[in-house]
Nanobody
Framework: VQLQASGGGLVQPGGSLRLSCAAA????????MGWYRQAPGKQRELVAD???????NYATSVKGRFTISRDNAKNTVYLQMNSLKPEDTAVYYC??????????????WGQGTLVTVSS
């Protein structure tokens, strides 16, 4: 099983970016999916997550600006980021709780995509 994240880049303050993360491999089902971020010198933190049924949870710092969604048919999770601030600069990682075809439930991580918010 692999998670492939994409969509990061350089954006000016107030701008928008959309991150995507697709899971592929021997997948039976995917439970929760989420996005985490790690800024230089800081610990990795939860940005947002979404259950299989679509319930969402957001870090206080991104509420009202970021939206997480998923396409279960494509095994893909998205993060729409609006009104970006310099403090949103970080490497963003996707995460998924996946039940494989062999019956193993595990957490998987994407490779990380860098988001830089700067003028």
């Amino acid at each position: 099983v692999q998670l492939q994240a994409s969509g990061g880049g350089l954006v000016q303050p107030g701008g928008s970016l959309r991150l995507s993360c697709a899971a592929a491999g021997s997948i039976f089902s995917i439970n929760a999916m989420g996005w985490y971020r790690q800024a230089p010198g800081k610990q990795r933190e939860l940005v947002a997550d979404i259950t299989l049924g679509g319930s969402t949870n957001y870090a206080t710092s991104v509420k009202g600006r970021f939206t997480i969604s998923r396409d279960n048919a494509k095994n893909t999770v998205y993060l729409q980021m609006n009104s970006l601030k310099p403090e949103d600069t970080a490497v963003y990682y996707c995460n998924a709780e996946i039940l494989t075809l062999t019956g193993t439930m595990s957490d998987y991580w994407g490779q990380g995509t860098l988001v830089t918010v700067s003028s």
